[in-house]
Each structure stands twice: as structure tokens, then as C-alpha cells.
Nanobody, 124 residues
Framework: QVQLVESGGGLVQAGGSLRLSCAAS????????MGWFRQVPGKEREFVAA????????LYSDSVRGRFTISRDNAKIALYLHMSKLEPEDTAVYYC?????????????????WGQGTLVTVSS
């Protein structure tokens, strides 16, 4: 069992940057590939980015590619999402998640563990 806790959300102006963090407890993150998802109230949760267990491979949704960067620090048991050039459309609750595969996964159905989420609000 692994517990995930997100932090770093907040209010930012369009064009600005934020870095989200996801801390893990219970087990080392080196056993899991990781991902970030987001959800706007009233809409389905959507894939944002994923990173492999080793950190050597990553995958992004079309809407964030080139603006967001996912990374992980297995020594610190943490996952990050650096978001730049933020747009109002990026406003959502962001969730980190872990799965037991080695490779990147974009389907939320393949993720076993989820954090509680952190709210990102981008003002225009």
C-alpha cells in the first residue's frame, strides 16, 4: 500500500508557472510508474502526464505537451509536475497516481493508488 499526497496547487495568473509535488509514504516509489491526472468539476478526470518507473520515459497529453514537465526523484520518494505557460483551461484539481507497471500508462484504469488532489486555478 502506498499513500500519495499532492501539494503546490494555488492561484496563478495566465502565463505563469507552478510546480506540483506528490509525496509518497508507505512504500518506495521505485516500484511504481506514476502519472498526473486532472479533473474539472462536472467533467471526467483526464490524463495529463505519466513517467516510467525508472524515470527514463514520459508521456504527455496533447493539451499540455511542451508546457508541462513530469519528473520524479526516487531517492526523495517524490513526483513532480512543473507547469508553465499556464492557461485558464488548465484550472482543475490535479491528482497524482501510481501503478504497478514499469512503463508509462495513460489510462486511469491502470492506476492503483491515488492522492486526494490539489487545486490549481489559473486566472485570465
Amino acid at each position: 500500500q502506498v499513500q500519495l499526497v499532492e501539494s503546490g496547487g494555488g492561484l496563478v495568473q495566465a502565463g505563469g508557472s507552478l510546480r506540483l509535488s506528490c509525496a509518497a509514504s508507505g512504500r518506495t516509489l521505485t516500484s511504481y510508474a506514476m502519472g498526473w491526472f486532472r479533473q474539472v468539476p462536472g467533467k471526467e478526470r483526464e490524463f495529463v502526464a505519466a513517467i516510467s518507473r525508472s524515470g527514463g520515459n514520459s508521456l504527455y497529453s496533447d493539451s499540455v505537451r511542451g508546457r508541462f514537465t513530469i519528473s520524479r526523484d526516487n531517492a526523495k520518494i517524490a513526483l513532480y509536475l512543473h507547469m508553465s505557460k499556464l492557461e485558464p483551461e488548465d484550472t482543475a484539481v490535479y491528482y497524482c497516481a501510481a501503478n504497478q507497471y514499469a512503463s508509462v500508462r495513460y489510462s486511469q484504469n491502470e492506476y492503483n493508488y491515488w492522492g486526494q488532489g490539489t487545486l490549481v486555478t489559473v486566472s485570465s
